[in-house]
């Protein structure tokens, strides 16, 4: 009783206009203040009988008074994040690309026309753009075949990044394959794409049976192994169409390869090795040296070498 009467007259001494609005606690009040304390500050009338907590908004809450203050709401959890979209393809940036490397001088100022000239001379392509150039956007293909998370244990804990898979092609002899990892779904994608550019090669392709029509088929057996996964493709007659897994029929649709059979073993589940060795069997096709390859062809110079001045000039350039 005795914290019960401290309590209110604290409460009352802090707020005496709320007093009519609980007499009890007037009358508490009269009962613990003097006087001379009563006369010189009376009670103001109020035409309202709003509650006692009418003007707690003007002051922050105490501690005194019955009870705790109440706790402020707990702020709603934010929304998990959408998934990245898909890398846009280079656009306006190939209007304003600046090349780097020789070859990509030399594919700007058109002294080489082709990707086949690339190929001959086995020059390796450090920028996409050089691609961009020879297909067009309506003529390459791209898709991403597989993403999914790869985790590194660390000292904070564990780190969670996105792999992607992308596959490019024109479907008509040439196909890439790119694979990057990236924190973000996005940044993977486009890094994947870029990737897959870099990657393009030649796919050779030959006849089952008559050399009738256009080649429709590979020329030969070939087997392509990552991991524990192997790919054999063999060639079908026209008509048969591609005899494949969707990992394989995927890549075998960009190549141009229209009939086909494929035998795979080892664990195909695992997407990534799967993609790996079927490529690797496409890049096979160019390896091997058969008969109607064995007549003697002129040797030319090489681009860089045959094009020297031009580059010279334009290094001359740079540094001025």
């Not at 105490?62 to 393809?89: H, V």
């Not at 694979?179 to 794409?193: D, F, P, Y």
């Not at 799967?274 to 096979?284: E, P």
Request: with cysteine.
């Amino acid at each position: 009783q005795f914290l019960y009467f401290i309590g209110a007259h604290t409460l009352i001494h802090k707020n005496k206009t709320n007093t009519q609005a609980f007499p009890f606690f007037a009358h508490i009040s009269q009962m613990s203040d003097s006087p001379a304390v009563e006369a010189s500050s009376p009670a103001p009338a109020t035409t309202t009988d709003a509650p006692a907590t009418a003007t707690s908004g003007s002051r922050p809450a105490g501690r005194g008074g019955f009870g705790r203050g109440g706790r402020g709401g707990r702020g709603g959890r934010g929304g998990r994040g959408g998934r990245g979209g898909r890398g846009g393809r280079g656009g306006d940036d190939e209007k304003g690309w600046v090349p780097c490397t020789k070859l990509g001088r030399l594919v700007k100022e058109q002294k080489i026309t082709s990707l086949e000239e690339i190929f001959l001379f086995s020059m390796p392509i450090k920028e996409h753009q050089i691609v961009d150039t020879f297909i067009s956007d309506s003529q390459l293909m791209e898709e991403v075949i597989a993403i999914y998370p790869v985790q590194k244990a660390t000292s904070a804990g564990q780190r969670t990044r996105f792999k992607a898979f992308n596959v490019v092609g024109d479907g008509n002899g040439h196909i890439g394959v790119g694979s990057r990892v990236g924190k973000e779904v996005s940044v993977a994608i486009r890094a994947s794409l870029i990737a897959a550019k870099l990657n393009i090669i030649p796919i050779r392709r030959g006849y089952w049976g008559n050399k009738i029509g256009e080649p429709h088929t590979i020329p030969m057996k070939v087997t392509g192994k990552c991991g524990s996964v192997a790919v054999r493709l063999v060639p079908a007659p026209r008509g048969t169409g591609i005899v494949a897994a969707p990992v394989p029929r995927k890549l075998l649709e960009y190549a141009g390869v229209e009939d086909v059979y494929t035998s795979s073993c080892g664990k195909t589940r695992t997407k990534s090795n799967f993609i790996m060795a079927t490529f690797a069997a496409l890049r096979k096709t160019y390896g091997f040296l058969t008969p109607d390859l064995w007549a003697q062809t002129e040797t030319s110079r090489d681009p860089t070498d045959e094009h020297s001045e031009f580059l010279a000039a334009q290094d001359i350039a740079v540094v001025v």
